[in-house]
């Protein structure tokens, strides 16, 4: 794997994500901001945060299984949420958790999370785009 994460000393350990990745792989992958909408277009998950953030996971590891990656592989991971405030962390990390289980692996790359004002549609809720490193 080209990935290693890490917990350094010194900073808090937290369970979501590591605050470290090293990528000792040859090819960078950017993957676009990927939202809640499903392969012909159509939002899921309408005004559920939760199933969106599953959905634009699913949607992150699909596009980088098209070029043989996975979250193994990812470096990093930001995330946009319309008017994110701290009260929907259960949300979000439900959706994670969902996405997560139907992936088979632990999005625990270092990440950002940020509120935002909007998103390209009022439909979505959340964008999530993500780096990663192949051998």
Not at 24 to 32: I, P, W
Not at 83 to 111: E, H, I, N, Q
């Amino acid at each position: 794997m080209a990935i290693t994460l890490v917990n350094p000393a010194g900073l808090p350990t937290v369970d979501a994500y590591r605050q470290v990745s090293v990528a000792t792989g040859r090819r960078l992958v950017s993957v676009a901001g990927q939202v809640s909408v499903d392969a012909r277009g159509g939002t899921v998950g309408a005004g559920d945060l939760a199933a969106q953030v599953e959905q634009s996971y699913l949607n992150a590891a699909t596009a980088l299984a098209a070029v043989g990656a996975s979250f193994d592989d990812v470096t990093r991971l930001t995330v946009y949420v319309v008017d994110w405030t701290p009260d929907k962390m259960p949300l979000f990390l439900d959706g994670v958790s969902r996405a997560a289980a139907r992936l088979g692996v632990t999005p625990a790359a270092p990440g950002t999370l940020l509120g935002v004002a909007a998103l390209a549609s009022p439909d979505y809720l959340v964008e999530v785009e993500v780096t990663a490193a192949l051998d």
